[in-house]
């Protein structure tokens, strides 16, 4: 599993987890072109892109076997 971040504008962190790097390039990829959806006590809360910071996650034994951030 990779942890997936997602850093607010107001400093908040989302953590959540995927199940391979090729998921967390595909989420992250979304998060910074369409915003950040989150559940909250059956509450769907949505912040639009420019609420977000960046996305990042570390994917050990990947081809890009990095750190990746998209701002």
């Known amino acids: ?3 997936v ?7 908040r962190v989302f953590t959540y987890q995927v199940e391979d ?6 989420h992250a990829y ?3 072109n369409y915003g950040w959806r989150n559940i909250v006590n059956d509450v ?14 570390i994917a050990p034994g990947d081809l890009l076997s990095t750190k990746y951030e998209a701002k």
Request: zero cysteines.
């Open 30 to 32: 979304r998060i910074i």
């Open 21 to 26: 790097s090729i998921k967390a390039r595909e």
């Open 5 to 11: 971040n997602v850093y607010m504008q107001d400093g």
């Open 44 to 57: 769907m809360e949505y912040y639009p892109i420019h609420q977000v910071i960046k996305v990042t996650f």
């Open 1 to 3: 599993m990779i942890d």
